[in-house]
C-alpha cells in the first residue's frame, strides 16, 4: 500500500464516520445502505458507499442541522454559479475555509508562483471562490489582484494587467478567448509580462492552450475542482494530467449509466469525496464531469495520480434523433474551420417533427466569408458521425443551423458561457 493510499484508508474512515455522527442527512442516507461506520473497512467498502448527488444535497441537505451543530463556527456561506443547475449553497467553518486555501496554495506552489508574482483573478462575479484564491495567493507570498471583468472592458482588463505587471491569470476560458481575440485583432501586447494562465470551470481543446501561447505569450496550466469540492487536482508544468491532490481528496472513475468502476484508462465520470471539509462533507459525490485515469507516474516530483484533463460533462453529451455528439467534437470542427477557437453555444430545439441543432458562434467575418463558414460547418457537422449523416438524409434530423453573432453577445452566467442549452425540454 503506498503511503497516499494508506492516508486515504485512515481518512475515508474518519469521513464516513463523522458524517454519519455529525448530519441526519448523511446517517439516514448510509443507514438505507447498511453502512456502519464501526464496521466500515474504508477502500475495501468503498463501493458500498451510496452516491451524493447534487440534486440530494440542494433538496435533503438541511441548512438547520448544519446551524444547530456549527452555528458558532459557521464562517461563509456561497453559492455555486448555477451554470448548469439551481444555484446551491456551500457552507464553510474557519477550519474549512483554511484548508482550502491552504490544498490551493500547495497547487500554485507546483506552477511556480512565488513572492514576486503579481496574480490577477478574473473568474465572473467576486464570490466564494474568488475569495478563496485571494487567500491562497497571500499565503504564496504573491500580490493577488481580483479584477470583475463583468464590470470593465476586456481592453481595459489588458490594460490594467501591463499596468501591475500581472504574471499569473486565474479565469475561466470564455474570458481567456475574449483576450486572445483582443489581440489577434491589434492590441498590442507590448509590455504584458504574463507568463502562466490557470483555466478553469470550463472544458477546453488543446488547440485553445496553443492559442493562448501564441495570442498571449503565456503557458497554460489546467487545474481541477468545484465551489463544493474545493481544489481537486492541477496541471504540473509538463502537462501530463492533472495531479490529483490525493491527501486530500479520494476520486474514483466509474460508468456514467451503471455506477461501476470503469477500466484502467477507460472514460467515465468522476466521483470524489473529501477528507477536508467539515460543514458540507462530500462522501462519492457524483460531478457529472468525464475523464479518465493515467497509468504509471509522471517525470515531475509531484508524485501523486494523475486523471486527464475533463472532456466535457456527461450531461452535456447531446442526443439529437437516435444518435448522440460530445460538444468537443463540434469545437474541434469549429477550430479546424476558423484556424482558432472562438465561444460557442449549441442550442438543441423541435420544429415540426424534426430535432434540430443550433451552432451560434461568436465571430466577426465578412459577409462572404461568414458565408463560407456557415456552409463549411454545416456540411462538417452533417457528417460528423454516419448515424447523424443518415438520420439527416432521412429528415429526422433537420440539417444544423449555423449562426455568427458579434463577440460578446452570448449570455454569460457569472463569466461563463452555457454550452447546450436544451429548447425540446
Known amino acids: 500500500m503506498s503511503s497516499y493510499t494508506q492516508v486515504q484508508q485512515d481518512k475515508l474512515r474518519r469521513a464516513v464516520r463523522d458524517a454519519y455522527r455529525n448530519f441526519r442527512f448523511y446517517r439516514d442516507k448510509l443507514s438505507r445502505a447498511g453502512i456502519e461506520p464501526a464496521s466500515f473497512r474504508g477502500l475495501r467498502d468503498l463501493e458500498q458507499l451510496p452516491f451524493t448527488t447534487k440534486e440530494e444535497l440542494q433538496t435533503h441537505f438541511a441548512f438547520a442541522d448544519l446551524y444547530q451543530r456549527l452555528s458558532h463556527d459557521l464562517y461563509y456561506i456561497g453559492f455555486t454559479t448555477g451554470t448548469t443547475a439551481v444555484p446551491m449553497p456551500v457552507y464553510c467553518t474557519y477550519e474549512d475555509f483554511d484548508r482550502w486555501e491552504q490544498n490551493l496554495s500547495k497547487g500554485f506552489a507546483i506552477a511556480g508562483i512565488n513572492p514576486s508574482d503579481v496574480v490577477q483573478i478574473s473568474l465572473g462575479r467576486c464570490g ?164 479518465s485515469a493515467i497509468k504509471g507516474d509522471c517525470e515531475c516530483d509531484v508524485g501523486t495520480p494523475r486523471i486527464s484533463r475533463i472532456k466535457g460533462r456527461a450531461g452535456d453529451l447531446i442526443f439529437i434523433g437516435s444518435t448522440k455528439l460530445h460538444p468537443l467534437a463540434i469545437e474541434a470542427l469549429v477550430v479546424d474551420t476558423l484556424d482558432k477557437t472562438c465561444n460557442y453555444q449549441i442550442a438543441l430545439s423541435r420544429e415540426r417533427e424534426q430535432d434540430m441543432l443550433t451552432l451560434v458562434l461568436e465571430v466577426d467575418a465578412p459577409p462572404k466569408k461568414a458565408a463560407a463558414i456557415q456552409s463549411r460547418l454545416a456540411q462538417e457537422i452533417s457528417t460528423l458521425t454516419d448515424d447523424l449523416n443518415a438520420l439527416i438524409k432521412a429528415g429526422i434530423i433537420a440539417p444544423p443551423d449555423i449562426q455568427l453573432v458579434p463577440p460578446g453577445t452570448l449570455p454569460r452566467i457569472g463569466g461563463k458561457i452555457r454550452r447546450i442549452v436544451d429548447r425540446r425540454r
Open 128 to 291: 466564494i471562490a474568488c475569495v478563496v484564491f485571494i487567500g491562497a495567493v497571500r499565503r504564496t507570498g504573491a500580490a493577488a489582484m481580483p479584477v470583475d471583468v463583468d464590470l470593465m472592458t476586456s481592453d481595459a482588463v489588458l490594460d490594467r494587467m501591463k499596468q501591475f505587471r500581472v504574471t499569473f491569470l486565474l479565469a475561466f476560458p470564455s474570458i481567456t478567448r475574449e483576450l486572445c481575440r483582443l489581440v489577434e485583432v491589434g492590441y498590442s501586447k507590448e509590455g504584458l509580462a504574463l507568463r502562466t494562465v490557470f483555466l478553469m470551470g470550463e472544458a477546453w481543446s488543446e488547440a485553445f492552450r496553443e492559442r493562448v501561447r501564441l495570442s498571449l505569450g503565456a503557458e497554460v496550466c489546467d487545474m481541477y475542482g468545484s465551489t463544493e469540492m474545493g481544489f481537486v487536482a492541477m496541471e504540473c508544468k509538463l502537462h501530463r494530467g492533472l495531479h490529483i491532490m490525493a491527501d486530500q481528496v479520494l476520486v474514483e472513475i466509474v460508468d456514467p449509466v451503471t455506477g461501476q468502476p470503469v477500466q484502467q484508462g477507460a472514460e467515465g465520470e468522476l466521483v470524489v469525496t473529501t477528507f477536508w471539509k467539515e460543514a458540507l462533507p462530500l462522501i462519492r459525490y457524483r460531478t457529472g464531469d468525464i475523464a
